[in-house]
Every structure is written in C-alpha cells, then in structure tokens.
C-alpha cells in the first residue's frame, strides 16, 4: 500500500503563487509517472500536470507557461509550483502516483488540497 500526502494549497489573489507538495510513503515500491489533477465544484476532474520517471513533462493547455511540475525521485515528492494563478484555477488537486510494488501494480491518490484563488 503506497500513501500519499499533499500539502500547500490555500488561498490566494489573482496573480499570485502557491506550491503544492506530495510525498509517497510506504514499503517496497517504485514509482513510475506522477501527476497533479483538479476538480471543480460541478466540473469532472482534469489532469493539470504530469511528470515521467526520466523527467518527461505534460501540462493542460490552460496551465501552461504558469505551472511547473517537478520531482524528487530520493524523497518520493512530486511539486506544483503554480504562478500567475487565476480564479479559474480554483478546484481541489489531488496528486496521483503509479508505479509497482513488486510484480503488482498501483494507482494511488492524496486526499487532495483546496486552491482558492480570488479575484
């Protein structure tokens, strides 16, 4: 079982900056891609941002140039650093870490952070 902790959501004004973290805890596993997703009240969710083990990077069209995911693979962590924020970008993230345990695979989810962002 791999647990995931997210921190660094809150609230903010048009224009500014938050970093969410997430760090992966548990016994005997590898990671392989991690990804930040958001959901809105009433909306579905949506990847933000995604990251590769060999640092390969993938971003929705609406973060890009203003988001940077980054990891670090020694502390198990995944990053979000998130500029020029909009309120649009006000949703729940929730980190998302795949990867094995053994011969077995895993998915698993953070409990999310609320980003708020005012205008």
């Known amino acids: 079982q791999v647990q995931l902790v997210e921190s660094g959501g809150g609230l903010v004004q048009a224009g500014g900056s938050l970093r969410l973290s997430c760090t992966a805890s548990?016994?005997?596993?590898?990671?392989?891609?991690m990804a930040w997703y958001r959901q809105a009240p009433g909306k579905q969710r949506e990847l933000v941002a995604a990251?590769?083990?060999?640092?390969?990077?993938n971003y929705a069209d609406s973060v890009k140039g203003r988001f940077t995911i980054s990891r670090d693979n020694a502390k198990n962590a995944v990053y979000l650093q998130m500029n020029s924020l909009k309120p649009e970008d006000t949703a729940a993230y929730h980190c998302?870490?795949?990867?094995?345990?053994?011969?077995?695979?895993?998915?698993?989810w953070g409990q999310g952070t609320q980003v708020t962002v005012s205008s």
């Open positions: 998302n870490v795949v990867g094995r345990i053994g011969a077995a695979r895993f998915d698993s």
């Open positions: 548990g016994r005997l596993f590898s990671i392989n891609a």
């Open positions: 990251i590769t083990s060999g640092g390969t990077t």
